[in-house]
């Protein structure tokens, strides 16, 4: 019921809301490309992890300044998640990331086909 009335928003555990940024992903030719904009981090608030075809972007947006009251609040801190299921084979060596202006960039490298050799068995091999 919750998330029905706040999109993007989700309870966790202990009740902890999780946010999720806002994310594109696009293909090129060769490479998978997610884009995360999470504005305000540094080194450190964020993690990137691939498993098989998910991949993972997770963190926490601290707020610098202690506040008596908010006049408006749009700005999310606090923890956030966004996964991605890729529908390609990715090439675990292609993998790279780049935080850039509050962006966040994962290029991987999708997997290409294999030739697969056939060979012409002998009657007496069947």
């Not at 309870?11 to 060769?30: F, H, I, K, M, S």
């Amino acid at each position: 019921m919750y998330g029905d009335s706040y999109p993007g928003v989700r309870w966790a555990l202990q009740n902890e809301t999780v946010w999720r940024p806002p994310t594109d992903v696009y293909e090129t030719g060769d490479q998978a490309v997610i884009i995360v904009e999470i504005g305000g981090l540094t080194d450190g608030d964020y993690e990137v992890s691939l498993m098989g075809r998910l991949l993972v972007v997770s963190g926490e947006r601290r707020d610098p300044v202690e506040k008596l009251a908010y006049q408006q609040m749009e700005i999310r801190y606090g923890r956030f998640r966004t996964q991605v299921h890729l529908p390609w084979a990715i090439d675990d060596d292609g993998v790279a990331a780049s935080y850039r202006d509050g962006f966040l960039k994962v290029t991987l490298r999708k997997a290409q086909a294999r030739r697969v050799p056939v060979r012409v068995a002998a009657d007496d091999e069947q």
